[in-house]
């Protein structure tokens, strides 16, 4: 048996409590594929990251949700990139690279003050796919009804490193209502049957924010409910430039808001450029440490 530290922080988020909670297991190069399964199951946050020495970038990132691994994971990011930062393990740098099974992605660092700082995440280039499975199951799998679907707005697949099911929903009391049966989803989502399931509207909690949203995970996941999701905001901010705000010029900044409905409350910022065939997408957020405990791994 062998003892390993799991630091826990919440992402999206300057308070302890909010956010997206993250684990970050430093000791990443001593275990294997099963280990690191192991831990994030045992765990039990939506992922689990560990970094790892990389020969193509300063760092690379392996993600596990208590299910499986991921290819790319915001929130996990933004923990892992602020707790590397925080402990003085960058050897100062404000500009990394960072390996993922998504691609190398650059990231930014900005101290704002002590313990504080806000990460900036370039994403993967934004692909989308139709939905076209019964739009009725789709909003029954999520406690709604279809009528309480948007009726302009099209239902994609987005991804900018990680695929999900962007669902666009008329009106923001609906989320209160929302009870997913996330078993449902892969009958559902027959393109794409492991996806998760991404709720968002246009109004808003905050007068500040653009869009509102949940994420209901994948049922492979081993998790429910994402409480504050990067990479899915990065997508939504992609699909607002290519259905609701078509003639922005050369960039957009978008706020969006998730985890109000389960009393976590993140705020994830979008840039949104224009390139030259599709659009640049990064993401903006903060992290904060929470507390470090520990495992027992056989």
């Given at each position: 048996?062998?003892?390993?530290t799991?630091?826990h922080?919440?992402?999206f988020?300057?308070?302890p409590?909010k956010?997206n909670?993250?684990g970050?297991?430093?000791?990443?190069?001593?275990?294997t594929?099963?280990?690191m399964?192991?831990?994030?199951?045992?765990?039990?946050?939506?992922?689990?990251?560990?970094?790892?020495?990389?020969?193509?970038?300063?760092?690379?990132?392996?993600?596990?949700?208590?299910?499986?691994?991921?290819?790319?994971c915001g929130?996990?990011?933004?923990?892992?990139?602020?707790a590397?930062?925080?402990n003085?393990l960058?050897?100062?740098?404000?500009?990394?690279?960072?390996?993922t099974k998504?691609?190398?992605?650059?990231?930014?660092i900005q101290?704002?003050?002590?313990?504080?700082?806000f990460?900036?995440?370039?994403?993967?280039?934004?692909?989308?796919?139709?939905?076209?499975?019964s739009?009725?199951?789709?909003?029954?799998?999520?406690?709604?009804?279809?009528?309480?679907?948007h009726?302009e707005?099209p239902?994609?697949?987005?991804?900018t490193g990680t695929?999900?099911?962007?669902?666009p929903?008329?009106?923001?009391?609906?989320?209160?209502r929302m009870?997913?049966?996330?078993?449902?989803?892969?009958s559902?989502l027959?393109?794409?049957?492991?996806?998760?399931?991404?709720?968002?509207?246009?109004?808003?909690?905050?007068?500040?924010a653009d869009m509102?949203?949940r994420?209901?995970?994948s049922?492979?996941?081993?998790t429910?409910e994402d409480?504050v999701t990067g990479?899915?905001?990065g997508?939504?901010?992609?699909?607002?430039?290519t259905?609701?705000?078509?003639?922005?010029?050369d960039?957009?900044?978008?706020?969006?808001e998730?985890?109000?409905?389960?009393?976590k409350?993140?705020?994830v910022i979008?840039?949104?450029s224009?390139g030259?065939?599709?659009?640049d997408?990064?993401?903006?957020?903060?992290?904060?440490?929470?507390?470090?405990?520990?495992?027992?791994?056989?």
């Open positions: 048996m062998k003892s390993i799991v630091y922080y919440d992402a988020s300057k308070e409590g956010g909670p993250a970050v297991v430093f000791d990443g190069g001593k275990l594929d099963s280990d399964q192991h831990i994030a199951s045992q765990v039990g946050f939506n992922e689990t990251a560990f970094p790892l020495e990389s020969e193509i970038a300063d760092l690379k990132i392996r993600f596990f949700t208590p299910g499986h691994e991921m290819n790319l929130h996990a990011t933004m923990a892992t990139v602020f590397f930062h925080s003085g960058l050897d100062g740098k404000t500009s990394i690279t960072i390996e998504a691609g190398i992605l650059p990231i930014t101290s704002i003050a002590k313990d504080e700082s990460i900036t995440m370039k994403q993967a280039t934004p692909e989308f796919k139709e939905f076209n499975g739009k009725q199951d789709l909003a029954k799998s999520i406690g709604l009804e279809e009528i309480e679907l009726d707005l239902i994609l697949y987005g991804s695929w999900t099911l962007l669902v929903i008329k009106s923001l009391s609906a989320f209160n009870k997913p049966n996330n078993n449902e989803f892969p559902v027959k393109e794409m049957p492991k996806v998760s399931v991404h709720p968002f509207c246009m109004e808003t909690y905050d007068r500040d509102h949203a994420h209901f995970s049922p492979f996941s081993g429910i409480a990479t899915a905001s997508v939504m901010g992609a699909y607002y430039a259905h609701i705000n078509t003639d922005f010029k960039s957009l900044q978008l706020l969006i998730q985890g109000q409905e389960i009393n409350d993140g705020r979008v840039d949104v224009r030259n065939h599709s659009f997408i990064a993401i903006r957020g903060s992290a904060v440490f929470v507390k470090d405990f520990q495992l027992l791994l056989e």
